[in-house]
Nanobody, 120 residues
Framework: QLQASGGGLVQPGGSLRLSCVASGRSISSNVMGWFRQAPGKEREFVAA????????PYADSVKGRFTISRDNAKNTVYLQMNSLNTEDTAVYYC???????????????WGQGTLVTVSS
């Protein structure tokens, strides 16, 4: 089970850090990632991180503002979000999976979402 937390209401320009804790399974053997789904839109990829954090692809919309990290000892993956804007408003989901043959992150297990609202 993947439990995401850390969402909330933040003003434009602000920051939040999301956490995703795994229980009942170790994340150390999984590529981990974050997706988000804004109201009325499809779920979209945000970021992923390889087993030893040597590879961290990001969606173009969040590059330079978001940072994904992991602590395998704590079975936790993080998403540090800076310079938030209203377009970042969405439910954020963490996932465990792997990189496919095309290099894209493919989720196999999903956590429940945490809502991030960016508003003044």
């Amino acid at each position: 089970q993947l439990q995401a937390s850390g969402g909330g209401l933040v003003q434009p320009g602000g920051s939040l850090r999301l956490s995703c804790v795994a229980s009942g399974r170790s994340i150390s053997s999984n590529v981990m990632g974050w997706f988000r789904q804004a109201p009325g839109k499809e779920r979209e990829f945000v970021a992923a991180i390889s087993l030893r954090a040597s590879r961290t692809p990001y969606a173009d919309s969040v590059k330079g503002r978001f940072t994904i990290s992991r602590d395998n000892a704590k079975n936790t993956v993080y998403l540090q979000m800076n310079s938030l804007n209203t377009e970042d408003t969405a439910v954020y989901y963490c996932a465990a999976g792997n990189f496919g043959s095309t290099g894209a992150f493919g989720p196999n297990y999903w956590g429940q979402g945490t809502l991030v609202t960016v508003s003044s």
